[in-house]
């Protein structure tokens, strides 16, 4: 272990600052991805852009080095609200509601993908898929904590037929099989692939794509609640829904940077972004995260830096006799799965380095102790190239789409003939939104970093020293994020 520092803090300057400068020039000129901001619209230039996020994270390591020297989350305290109002948001009653509304929103994309119209922009259930539920309730997690855990459908239909049976049968039913702790949130894992695959993949470019239909929609919900309630009753709901189920783990991840989180049934407060050092135990969660930045990073490059890529490797395809749909679709898998294993290339990449400090520890477990940390980026991914997608949808869904959530004409509350304000926010405010989200995003993951890597090393210089390949990985995550959102949608 390290333990002499010298001149360290100029060394991690000097190291990160040539990584910002290999990383940083190699931006080109270009416009941003998802068609949101041309470069005639930056208010500044897009390297300038990248230097400054680089220099940014720079100086917030220095600024950790230097005055951050013990540590901050780990073992965090815990305390229960009291009166009325906490303990009714987590009573039974509260449970039996929120667990309704979950049913009957699980019931409707389910209808209205059946019997509503095949246009994907006409139709209530694909717009609440991808727009509001698998990225609205990011939201809700990062102010409330895993709030879809008391939402869950699957979680709620299948309690209510467990009583259900344990009353005729007179008894109460335990689950046949034990959960295996080797498999922690794997399977979880292996679902979010399958719904990353669906939107980005058969989808072929988006959800408004000609792939992705209503009644895709409705099918795959179907499939998936049949694997869910099936593997419930092999497991236990419960244990099922704290390890294998998708998109409580999904959202928990997120909610684990809330300040808020619940006990044995009690509503407390903890200090923000302190739930993260717990989440990560389970096997699997270094997965999960990974995962979760990869899939934002490929839907940012199959519309810029893979576009010509993509396009090439679909016509080898077809002349080999493909049909078009099947051939984009494979094309799509390919390089799916190749930006996963790129976003995992880099992080191993900074954990390996990280190993010059400490050769006593392997990289898998430096992984999984620092796999936290990246909670932050993959919330950031998301808010720079989701942000004017939800803000633009978000208008739909609740005005046009929640009147005539079939396309049939209806005008239940009296907004079927409302549109979409695309003035609401401008360029600019855009690209400063997906710069500041990458930028905060990078130095929180920093703070992280910094504070697991106290609690390990003990000592600060140390600590330190072990962050260096860190930063020069957060360093690449953030240019190739603002890279990414700087290609053009051509």
Do not use: C
């Not at 792939?211 to 919900?221: H, K, L, R, S, Y």
């Not at 690449?476 to 053009?488: D, H, M, R």
């Amino acid at each position: 272990m390290i333990r002499r520092a010298g001149s360290g803090t100029l060394l991690i300057a000097a190291w990160a600052l040539l990584s910002a400068a290999v990383t940083a020039v190699m931006l080109p000129a270009a416009a941003s991805a998802h068609g949101l901001v041309g470069r005639s619209d930056l208010p500044l230039p897009d390297w300038l852009f990248a230097w400054g996020s680089s220099i940014v994270l720079i100086v917030s390591f220095v600024g950790l080095t230097l005055g951050w020297r013990s540590v901050r989350f780990e073992n965090y305290d815990w305390r229960a609200f009291g009166g009325a109002v906490a303990a009714a948001l987590t009573g039974r009653v509260a449970q039996i509601l929120a667990g309704a509304v979950g049913v009957v929103l699980l019931v409707f994309v389910v209808w209205t993908g059946i019997d509503g119209v095949d246009a994907p922009d006409r139709n209530f259930s694909v717009t609440f898929v991808f727009v509001t539920f698998w990225l609205g309730t990011v939201v809700l997690s990062v102010l409330f904590g895993n709030v879809f855990r008391a939402f869950n459908p699957w979680r709620a239909i299948a309690h209510v037929v467990a009583a259900a049976f344990s009353a005729i049968v007179g008894q109460k039913q335990t689950a046949p099989l034990s959960y295996p702790e080797r498999l922690g949130r794997w399977p979880a894992v292996a679902a979010l692939v399958g719904f990353i695959f669906l939107e980005l993949v058969w989808g072929q470019t988006g959800f408004a794509a000609s792939g992705v239909t209503p009644q895709t929609i409705a099918t795959a919900t179907v499939a998936y609640s049949l694997y869910t309630f099936v593997a419930m009753g092999l497991f236990g709901i419960d244990r099922w829904t704290d390890r294998g189920e998708a998109f409580t783990q999904y959202f928990g991840m997120f909610g684990s940077l809330a300040p808020f989180e619940v006990r044995e049934g009690r509503l407390g407060r903890r200090p923000v972004l302190a739930g993260t050092t717990t989440w990560a135990l389970p096997a699997g969660s270094l997965a999960l995260v990974l995962t979760a930045i990869g899939a934002t990073t490929f839907d940012g490059a199959q519309e810029g830096v893979l576009k010509d890529a993509i396009s090439s490797t679909f016509q080898t395809f077809s002349d080999a006799g493909l049909s078009p749909v099947t051939a984009l679709r494979v094309t799509n898998t390919l390089y799916l799965t190749g930006t996963l294993l790129a976003v995992a290339a880099i992080f191993w990449g900074g954990i390996y380095g990280m190993r010059i400090v400490d050769g006593k520890r392997s990289a898998l477990e430096l992984g999984r102790k620092f796999a936290h940390a990246f909670i932050p980026i993959a919330l950031a991914y998301l808010v720079a190239h989701y942000f004017s997608l939800v803000v633009y949808q978000e208008q739909a869904q609740f005005t046009f789409l929640l009147s005539d959530p079939f396309g049939d004409g209806s005008d239940w509350f009296g907004t079927a003939g409302s549109g979409i304000n695309y003035g609401l926010i401008g360029a600019t405010t855009i690209w400063y939104v997906q710069f500041g989200a990458i930028v905060v995003g990078h130095v929180i993951a920093l703070a992280l970093g910094h504070d697991r890597a106290l609690s390990l090393w003990k000592d600060p210089r140390t600590a330190a020293y072990s962050q260096v390949w860190m930063l020069v990985t957060m360093v690449f995550f953030s240019v190739l994020g603002l890279y990414l959102l700087s290609q053009a949608n051509g």
